[in-house]
């Protein structure tokens, strides 16, 4: 398993960028994959961004061109850079670690973009 920490949320008005972050701890080497999920009030838990440990990007068609999911860094941290934001985008964001037998999930972090 792994820890999983997400960072970055916030209040934006509606046009602004955010980046979030996922630091992740643990044993990060049986990760297969990692992604970025989001639920609204009210709504399912649903697919924002995945990124393989080969690199392969995935977005949901509500936001591709304008986030950009990044692999973990020397600081095993994960990013997803958040452009051009609307009003829906407005969820909290969890930060997932796929090692193909198990998920590890974060917390979550506020996101609130006012139109």
């Known amino acids: 398993h792994v820890q999983l920490v997400e960072s970055g949320g916030g209040l934006v008005q509606a046009g602004g960028s955010l980046r979030l972050s996922c630091a992740a701890s643990?044993?990060?080497?049986?990760?297969?994959?990692m992604g970025w999920y989001r639920q609204a009030p009210g709504q399912q838990r649903e697919l924002v961004a995945t990124?393989?440990?080969?690199?392969?990007?995935h977005y949901a068609d509500s936001v591709k061109g304008r986030f950009t999911i990044s692999a973990l860094d020397a600081k095993n941290t994960m990013y997803l850079q958040m452009n051009t934001l609307k009003f829906e985008d407005s969820a909290v964001y969890y930060c997932?670690?796929?090692?193909?037998?198990?998920?590890?999930w974060g917390r979550g972090t506020q996101v609130t973009v006012s139109s």
């Open positions: 997932n670690a796929d090692h193909g037998y198990t998920m590890d």
């Open positions: 990124i393989t440990s080969g690199g392969l990007t």
């Open positions: 643990g044993n990060i080497f049986s990760i297969d994959a």
